[in-house]
């Protein structure tokens, strides 16, 4: 039987992180499948996205004006340009999506499948990343027309969204927690495929042992810290581990960027440092050298904490989405109940990171391997084509 042309589509290439990575490990499966978008920021995901730049083909968003600054406001416009976005001839395109990747259209005859990471978070009454601090000057004056105008976007924007999802041949959810979502705002069935984790650089550097010099470099001492790993966005709630350890006093380290970064610096105390963006390489050895990592967000899924399993460390997180199916409370972390910093201080002070076993933890992570989404996804693909042929 001849094997389908696949055609994988993803929302924006302007930040890094678990969904462009899952992108990747799509990429490795289907390595000549050609990758539709809407903005490729080339200068900002240089040295990071592991993906052939030739292969990335963009819409009309990358050519409006100033869109590598102004790409949230324009967020209107990517639906119409999914919508009017030509993918050739694929008999499978295979959209990852938070938003507007799964408005592009399929041939006749052709398969759509989405691997839903969430629904829209601003669309349907989840907390986003801008919807609790408007830093920039430019954002604070264009607030009050936002609350003026936007309201009526998002009410056709949402009745689009849901006309679209109906399309859709298959959903994959990323986690349970998304797959109740899906069930909720589309009425649409799907399968929990968890996302591409990237566990084999904890596995080499754990053969080879973390250096002193490692850690030296980074100036930081092996074991002494806690590690906040996340974007710094509003609804990520890093903010409130801040306030949590400012009145703690114990050592934090922050890794990551985003719209809260200048705000967290400013208000951070001497034993909280914010890292900023690290590679991969410095990140590992930061998960590797920390005494456990703090998760205060309430994520769709949350690759975050299976990387702290698989360097061998426990996670302290907010008793909420993702984090519940990939922690084992007791054995790999601890859950605290409120995305408040009165109940970071208390599950800190609580915590014992001698109780928790390396092996334990990494064993968890394994769950979550890369090579396991491979081998669920090309699986689910595979059935999914032989079915429509069969049709």
């Not at 490990?25 to 390595?31: D, K, N, Q, T």
Request: net charge positive; glycine share 6%; aromatic share 14%.
């Amino acid at each position: 039987m001849k094997k389908p042309k696949v055609a994988i589509v993803h929302d924006y290439f302007n930040q890094y992180g678990g969904g462009e990575r899952v992108v990747e490990a799509m990429h490795e499966v289907w390595p000549s499948a050609p990758i539709y978008t809407s903005i490729f920021d080339k200068n900002l995901m240089r040295g990071w996205l592991k993906l052939p730049e030739e292969k990335i083909n963009t819409n009309f968003v990358q050519k409006l004006p100033f869109v590598g600054s102004l790409h949230k406001h324009y967020f209107f416009f990517y639906p119409l340009a999914f919508r009017l976005q030509n993918i050739g001839d694929a008999d499978v395109v295979i959209s990852s999506s938070s938003y507007a990747a799964k408005f592009v259209r399929v041939k006749h005859g052709g398969i759509h499948i989405c691997y839903m990471h969430t629904p829209p978070r601003f669309l349907w009454g989840y907390d986003t990343e801008l919807s609790r601090y408007y830093h920039k000057p430019f954002d604070r004056l264009l607030f009050p027309i936002y609350e003026l105008l936007v309201p009526p976007i998002k009410y056709w924007l949402r009745r689009f969204d849901y006309s679209v999802a109906q399309e859709i041949d298959y959903f994959i959810a990323n986690s349970k927690e998304v797959q109740k979502r899906i069930k909720k705002h589309y009425g649409r069935e799907s399968v929990v495929v968890y996302p591409s984790v990237d566990i084999e650089r904890f596995k080499i550097k754990n053969k080879q042992s973390l250096r002193s010099n490692d850690l030296e470099k980074l100036k930081i001492k092996k074991g002494d810290y806690y590690l906040v790993v996340s974007r710094l966005g509003g609804y990520k709630k890093v903010d409130t581990v801040v306030e949590a350890f400012n009145k703690l006093g114990s050592s934090l380290k922050i890794v990551g960027d985003g719209p809260q970064f200048n705000y967290l610096k400013r208000v951070a105390k001497k034993n909280v440092e914010l890292l900023g963006r690290r590679s991969d390489e410095e990140v590992t050895d930061l998960f590797l050298g920390c005494k456990a990592l703090i998760f205060p967000t309430h994520e769709d899924f949350g690759i975050v904490p299976v990387e702290a399993m698989a360097a061998g460390k426990p996670v302290v997180a907010f008793r909420g989405g993702g984090a519940l199916e990939t922690i084992l409370e007791g054995v790999t972390g601890e859950f605290f109940d409120e995305q408040k910093a009165d109940a970071i201080i208390k599950a800190v002070k609580k915590f014992d990171p001698k109780k928790y076993k390396s092996e334990a933890c990494i064993s968890q992570a394994q769950k979550f391997s890369k090579n396991e989404f491979k081998r669920n996804i090309s699986k689910f693909v595979e059935e999914a084509w032989q079915k429509r042929k069969i049709i």
